[in-house]
């Protein structure tokens, strides 16, 4: 069975400081794996994924598959990255379902 | 521009009327998802689509129902509308693994 696991249901840093979103999974194959972001009033919307490597507003993610963890982290927070962030998880099969976390709502105080 | 559509932003209804929530998408995509976002418990799978008129039950499936009858345009059925759906549902869109899906705006129904 797929699960995601993201054990902070609220994360609140300062401007400037470093901020790291956990996210954990459990899966059998090999996984695919998504940070998605949900800003106020606005539709949910893929950040980044662990296939392409990149980093998306200064947001990076590894994959460590020993620690089957895939942690959202930035080196210095800014107030628009306030928002709603999902990790979400999908096999490689060809009719495979895209599982999510209940979600971390960081909170980046001026 | 992908664009995914969810035919009501809002929706109220009685308890047990069977209620319809429409989704489309323009963008061929083979997999169409519908969850529910309830606060503190994420977005819950309730049915997904890898192609037209299949269908697989995602993790809360009970209580709706899908159609998937053209590739552009998939549908979650409440069967009996109850309180407990009460909710915002999502749909979304996406390819083949490993590609992003794609979501509407929601549709916020409240069952009274």
């Known amino acids: 069975a797929q699960r995601v696991t993201q054990p902070e249901k609220l994360l609140s840093v300062f401007k400037g400081a470093p901020v790291e979103l956990k996210c954990n999974y459990s899966y059998s194959g090999s996984p695919e794996l998504f940070w998605y972001v949900q800003y106020s009033r606005q539709r949910l919307q893929l950040l980044l994924r662990?296939?392409s490597r990149e980093s998306i507003k200064g947001f990076t993610a590894d994959l460590n598959k020993g620690e089957t963890s895939f942690h959202l982290k930035k080196p210095f927070a800014q107030e628009e990255d306030s928002a709603m962030y999902y990790c979400a998880l999908r096999g490689w099969g060809g009719s495979e379902k895209l599982v999510f976390g209940k979600g971390t709502k960081l909170t980046v105080n001026p | 521009d992908v664009k995914v559509t969810q035919s009501s932003r809002y929706l109220v209804k009685r308890t047990g009327e069977k209620v319809f929530l429409e989704c489309v998408q323009d963008?061929?995509?083979?997999?169409m998802f519908w969850y529910r976002q309830d606060p503190g418990l994420g977005l819950r799978l309730i049915y997904f689509s890898y192609d037209v008129k299949m269908k697989e039950k995602g993790d809360i499936p009970e209580g709706y129902s899908v159609s998937r009858e053209k590739k552009e345009r998939f549908s979650l059925i409440l069967e009996s509308a109850s309180t407990n759906q009460t909710s915002m549902y999502l749909c979304?869109?996406?390819?083949?693994?490993?590609?992003?899906?794609?979501f509407g705006q929601g549709t916020r129904l409240t069952v009274v």
């Open positions: 662990h296939i």
């Open positions: 979304a869109s996406g390819g083949q693994a490993g590609a992003e899906a794609f």
């Open positions: 963008m061929d995509h083979e997999n």
